[in-house]
């Protein structure tokens, strides 16, 4: 079996090999068969990723026995933290739960850049040197590096097994396109870049692969590109990301300026034999051990940081902020929350949320892999890395809670009156996002595990959900307008029972994926509204949460009935169209479905995700709780019960108003909406296009206006004079000519008085 | 101021203004045979010149400088007469006023005003050279009586 | 400002009135006061010039010089171009009267025979085969001739400005350096004297000592006449004629002595230039009216 470092390398290097060769070979050789390399190295990457979720289990076992710990520091730290417990700390120390042990395996494959004496340490830097005689400066380096650590590994493997499915799935949905041999170049482009992202141990390199798979949204947003509004989609799509990416390139500035560095992880360093000064090791399969202080360039997530942090930590108290992890509150809040920027623009929450439901004009396979599973959750796997910076800035944390809440609740609302089913999908991604943000807000380690769970499983039943709109929209010829057809249960039956499982995992009904992830966060939630900093505003979000909860459902279902019950309407463009979709597409329908109905219930049971991503270093950090029934305590069934009875009630008012000819209840309580003016709000999406096109994009013409005339008129002005300069000049100067002999003479005559004048004086 | 110097000041001054002279009459008149008997004025001035730094200097070079403006004095006598020739034929007149075409596009031409109205005074026709070679016709009377000798 | 420079100013001023005046103007009439500005003019410019070696020499010059500029004034202003070029040939008069009391006899000469007798005559046949019958308006207008006047009075006020300040100048700084070079030239003949006279000491028969010195006074001698000469000739006086100068005898023999002497080359280019001419005017004239040249057949 493949060893670590060439597990981390297979996996991100095969999909760009097979988008090489597809770009290459594509337009003449494979043509209908473009599809092979894509899928089969998308499908070698997911093995290599089950193998790496293997080897990292292992190793973690392996540290186990060997009884490495993290310092005392750490095992201190799970007992007491600074993040907000409910319960007396005499409670949790008198627990004394086993230390925890992480596991990160992290391999540098190239330098790219290296700047010497970039950074000075300040002498209570973690890494600061011991002879505080020497400066110690440290040198800049971009390598890429890769990490292979829990949370990466199940990145990398949920994004390689649906990336895998999706391809299939294409092979039927795009089969007819003329860019198909483009579109198969084009996946694998963006599986690599996802991959990379996930996997990449330092800032830089992250931003690099967020703005890569930021172009690859774009061009697969845009893919045809001979229709308007698909290119202008991914214009805008673009566009809105690109000012969350500016908030992360200064929230990366800020990191360095405070850091010194941008890396994760410690990098091992060797003293300089002749001057002592510290040399960084680059180029080598670093596995960072603990070391002596001063042998360690401290990264920003680095175990090294973490392990002193608690120390200072269980010195000063648990709610002390401060320490030697950051370097003053204020800024890490800015950090933080120029972070959340870039996250929100990346995972469409508001503000930057709006060009998510524009980037369904892309193929629906696209939608499925970009917008609901993968790129969209870059920003959740970015916030749940950097957690240890949040948690130095309470004030951050609340924000992220805030925006995940808000968007969620927002999202459900706009979602009830759409009538574009791959839109209702849109905004429920949306939505869900919020979810993971809310429960990455609260800012423990029920929290963080709640979210990431919360993205696992969405990942599989919206993945689902879009493929299975994507098959009606295939069997309808691409009408997608819920209000044209209906009753589809009948004429596509694998379909219909797919999307079925896909509800009723979103809606969160037991034993579905869905509501064990939901129910994680509203648990994270729920306790971090029992008392601490903040109490009343989580309070507040946890009810935001139950009522989104119980709005999802209604407006999944009711696409679903609108979509498969009914009278059966099928639109003119459909004809002979209206069938099953072959094999190809409704195989990995089926094995989502598998997926949605049991991967929740398979890994919260054993306890198995949030154990496996609990030895992340980042999250040996936080005070542990583990989710709840960890502790032994009687299962508390207040919040599943909540949260089923908003989702049942949801589902029952969904049927209520669309299982059977209700057209009459429903033109009343439209139009009793739209006199209250609620309807035509949420149907407008709460205006917010408009907004943003009075407030942003209008003064940015005017502005480009305004550039426009200065270029033109004093620009070009400017260059026009600088012409008419010699015109003048010559028009000056041409009078001279007119012809006259004598004139002539007369000129020359003048000219020899002045120089006679001039001269005049030498004489005297 | 010596003598010498004195002289030689002197056959300066005369000089200066002979050239100065003839160069108002180079600039100013139309007629283009007065034109070059200015120029021819002007060579003048500069042999004076020249014979006074001769004299000044006791050297023969300023005369010998004279000959040679003398000569080149007559070739371009010659040449010039001839091309004044040449274009009184083309225009007909010896004004030089008419000969402005080699101007820029957009410059005016020479406009003249209008000469006024001249009174006809008598002319008397200008002497005017028999053809060569003719015998002039001389009334019967002076060939035959002479009222004097 | 100094006098001099006043009276400059004033005749350079009067003078350009009266040329102004002068020069024939369409519709002007000002002769009178111009020929009284420009009378005016002249005194005093002759003011300025200062008198020569003896009064015949100041008389015949200003006589001449007189008589040589009002002509030339009127070759320039007279409205007939015939009436010009007669008034050129007193001109030519008075120039080679000049050209005679400088010392330039044989020019004086070449002056009368080839600009009078040749040039002038050719001005004139051209005259009459060229004028067309009546005055012609192009006679009795002159182009700019306020400019015209202007420049060249100026011209002429600075040359005569130049030229006395710088003669002036340099007769006093000439007798300055005549004195030192005869300062110079006698303590030179001293310091050979000296050596020549050291080198009489010392153990040497009479006879000897006694040729020495006498070559010690005749080197004095030479020595007191080069000074006395250099000073003189700085000085300007002495006689001219008793040299090999241009005031020398036989004058037009030395004049010809050097002309197809040292200048031999360049009388041989002149005389091919003067051919040159000659076929080139024939070449000029002989084309006809249209273009073509003469003697082809016609058509």
Known sequence: MPDTKTLLILIPALPLAASLLTAVLGARVLRERSHWPTVVAIALSCVASLLLIYRVHHGIDERAAAGEKGRDGAARLVSGGPARQHGAEGESEAAEPEP??????????????????????????????????TSEMRSFSISVTLRADPLTAIMLGMVT??????????????????????????????????????????????????????????????????????????????????????????????????????????????????????????DTELVTDAAQPGQVSAGVLGRERIDRQGEWLAQHGPKATGGPYHHGTLLAMAICLLLMLGACGKSAQFPLHVWLPDAMEGPTPVSALIHAATMVTAGVYMVARCMPLFLASTTAQFVVAVIGGFTALLAALIAMTQTDLKRILAYSTISQLGYMFLGLGAATLLGVTAGMFHLFTHAFFKALLFLGAGSVMHAMAGVIDVRRFGGLRRVMPATHWTFLFGCLALAGIFPFAGFWSKDLILEAIHEQAGGGAGALMYQALY??????????????????????WGKEMIPEEAG???????????????????????????????????????????????????????????????????????????????????????????????????????????????????????????????????????????????????????????????????????????????????????????FN | MNPEAALLNNYLIVGAMLFGIGMIGFLSRRNMIVMFLAAEMMLQGVSLTLVAFARFHNDYGGQMLVVFVIAVAACEAAIALALVLMLVRRSGKLDVAVWHALREADQPAFAEEEPPEEPAEPQEPSPQLTQAGLTPEIPREETEYRPRV | MTGPQATLILATALGAVGMWQLLPRAGARGKLLGAACLAVALGLWASRMPLLADWVQSGLFFILAGVTIVAAVATVTMRNPVYCAIWFGMTLLGTAGLLLLAGAEFLAVATIVVYAGAILVTFLFVLMLAQTEGRAWYDRSAWEALVSAVAGIVIVGLLSVTTSGVLL??????????????????????????????????????????????????????????????????????????????????????????????????????GTLLLAALVGAAAIVSQTRDGRTSGEDSP
């Open chain 1, 100 to 133: 925890k042990v992480d596991y990160e395996h992290v391999v540098s494959i190239w330098t790219w850049a290296v700047v010497d004496d970039a950074y000075e340490l300040e002498n209570d830097d973690p890494s600061a040197a011991v002879d505080a005689r």
């Open chain 1, 161 to 282: 097994f649906i990336s895998m499915l999706i391809a299939v799935y294409s092979i039927g949905y795009m089969h007819h396109d003329p860019g198909y041999w483009r579109f198969f170049s084009y996946i694998p482009l963006f599986v690599f870049s996802m991959t990379m992202l996930v996997s990449v141990s330092n800032f830089v390199l992250l931003y690099v692969f967020w703005e890569a798979v930021g172009f690859c949204s774009y061009i697969l947003i845009g893919f045809w590109y001979h229709k308007p509004e698909a290119a202008a989609a991914g214009k805008k799509a673009f566009l809105v990301n690109r000012v969350g990416d500016f908030g992360f390139a200064l929230g990366l500035f800020l990191l360095w300026t405070a850091f010194g560095t941008l890396d994760f992880h410690d990098v091992k360093l060797a003293r300089d034999a002749d001057t002592g000064r510290a040399v960084v090791l680059h």
């Open chain 1, 543 to 564: 009810w935001a949460a139950v009522a989104t909860a119980g709005l999802t459902a209604f407006y999944t279902f009711r696409a679903y009935f609108l979509t498969f």
């Open chain 1, 576 to 762: 002979d169209h209206a069938h099953e979709s072959p094999r190809v597409m409704t195989l990995p329908l089926m094995i989502l479905a598998l997926c949605a109905l049991g991967v929740g219930a398979f890994f919260e049971l054993t306890h198995g995700f949030a154990r496996f991503l609990g030895h992340t270093p980042s999250a040996v950090y936080h005070a542990g709780l583990a989710p709840a029934a960890e502790h032994g305590e009687a299962l508390d069934l207040t919040i599943p019960l909540t949260g089923t009875a908003v989702a049942v009630g949801g589902i029952l008012m969904a049927a209520l108003l669309y299982l059977g000819p209700r057209e009459k209840l429903v033109g009343g309580l439209t139009a009793v909406m739209t006199r209250l003016g609620l309807y035509r709000v949420s149907h407008r999406k709460f205006y917010f296009d408009e907004i943003y096109y009075g407030f942003v994009v209008g003064p940015l013409k005017v502005l480009a206006w305004l550039s426009y005339a200065v270029d033109r008129f004093v620009i070009d002005g400017l260059v026009n004079v600088c012409g008419m300069v010699p015109k003048a000049f010559g028009a000056t100067l041409r009078p001279l000519q007119n012809g006259m002999i004598q004139f002539y003479a007369l000129a020359m005559i003048l000219g020899l008085l002045v120089l006679m004048g001039a001269l005049l004086p030498f």
């Open chain 3, 169 to 270: 100048a340099k007769g006093d700084k000439a007798a300055e350096r005549a004195a030192a070079k005869r300062v110079a030239a006698e303590r030179a003949a001293a310091e050979r004297a000296a050596a020549i006279a050291a080198e009489g000491k010392g153990d040497r028969p009479a006879a000897e000592r006694v040729l020495a010195a006498e070559r010690v006074l005749a080197e004095l001698r030479k020595a007191a006449e080069r000074a006395a000469a250099i000073a003189a000739a700085a000085e300007g006086k002495g006689d001219r004629q008793a040299d090999d100068g241009v005031l020398a005898e036989h004058h037009v023999a030395r004049f010809g002595a050097e002309l197809f002497g040292r200048h031999l080359i360049a009388i041989e280019v002149a």
